[in-house]
């Protein structure tokens, strides 16, 4: 396993580097926000299994990496390692993407048994399937017909909350709820913009999956209209 270890003092990045590697987790350091992505983009794409990442650093905030990554589809686990502990904090960190938040200071057997349920539910996460389509939850893949579909991380929640809920109507109010955090009505085409991208790219490998039901939304089906 190899971890990236984010945190602006020096002291704690060496204790906790040096745990690491002693548990057999190979890890590699940054001091900030930015240098951690400037590793990030040198080691390319699934070089980390985990990021460990502290909130308030200089230059770029963990919640400014965090937002970066998740808007730009990287997809590595998180797990905030930070003394901002109130549940405000907790929550807007799980809710930006990460998977864990755990507070300074902290026993180091606690943080090794975080990161090994962290990976273990990222790999135990069962596909999502329809059809000739398949859905990769921890690595938030996409296959059709077996073929690799490139999609943004916003394509990729309007498709996993239809496919999840192929059984009946999405409407667009729902869609803006879930995948944009959006409750009012923001007076834009953003749904139908990103679901025709969507089918752009699904109805190259196979029979259109996405239906418009007129003045309701849209839904998952095969050929024909009918949900499987």
Request: proline share 4%; hydrophobic share 40%.
């Amino acid at each position: 396993m190899r971890c990236l270890l984010v945190d602006d003092d020096p002291k704690f990045r060496s204790y906790v580097s040096s745990g690491l590697e002693q548990s057999g987790i190979a890890c590699q350091t940054a001091e900030d926000g930015a240098a951690a992505l400037q590793v990030l983009d040198q080691a390319g794409e699934g070089a980390f299994d985990l990021i460990l990442l502290d909130v308030m650093m200089p230059v770029k905030t963990g919640w400014e990496l965090l937002h970066e990554l998740r808007e730009h589809g990287r997809e590595t686990p998180v797990i905030f390692v930070t003394a901002r502990d109130t549940v405000e904090e907790r929550v807007k960190g799980l809710k930006l993407g990460a998977d864990d938040y755990i507070i300074k200071p902290f026993a180091f057997e606690e943080l090794v048994a975080r990161i090994d349920a962290v990976i273990r539910r990222r790999q135990s996460m069962p596909p999502l399937e329809y059809a000739d389509l398949q859905l990769d939850l921890g690595r938030r893949a996409v296959r059709r017909s077996g073929k690799v579909i490139e999609l943004s991380p916003r394509e990729f929640d309007v498709l996993r909350w239809l496919v999840m809920h192929h059984d009946r109507v999405v409407s667009r109010t729902e869609l803006l709820h879930e995948v944009w955090g959006i409750d009012f009505d923001p007076e834009t085409n953003i749904v139908d913009v990103h679901v025709a991208r969507l089918r752009k790219k699904l109805d190259k490998h196979g029979r259109p999956l996405i239906q418009t039901v007129r003045g309701e939304g849209y839904m998952v089906a095969q050929a024909g209209g009918t949900p499987a």
